[in-house]
């Protein structure tokens, strides 16, 4: 079993720091705390079960975000032919 700080996990799976902390509070990942140099580190110990989990999370967010930026534009694109046209129609009226 590997065991990574959480500043490693968060770099390893692009996940902000506060977002491991969160995981580990809601004893999602677990972890082990050890005194090195009269500090108290945590480390999070790597097993395939939860890796597997986290990762099937992030791909899961990351498609939800891929869709709605796709929907975003498209709604933008509506928004300037709409505006494009009303701007024809007032330099008509002028």
């Known amino acids: 079993m590997e065991k990574v700080t959480i500043k490693a996990y968060a770099l390893k799976h692009k996940l902000s720091i506060f977002n491991v902390i969160k995981m580990i509070k809601a004893q999602k990942l677990k972890t082990v705390v050890v005194k090195e140099n009269g500090k108290e580190v945590t480390y999070i110990s790597l097993d395939e079960k939860t890796e597997h989990e986290v990762k099937k999370k992030i ?9 709605s930026v796709a929907d975003d534009i498209q709604f933008l694109k509506d928004e300037v032919k709409h ?12």
């Open 59 to 67: 791909t899961a967010s990351s498609e939800k975000n891929k869709s």
């Open 83 to 94: 505006l494009k046209e009303e701007i024809e129609k007032l330099k008509n009226n002028i």
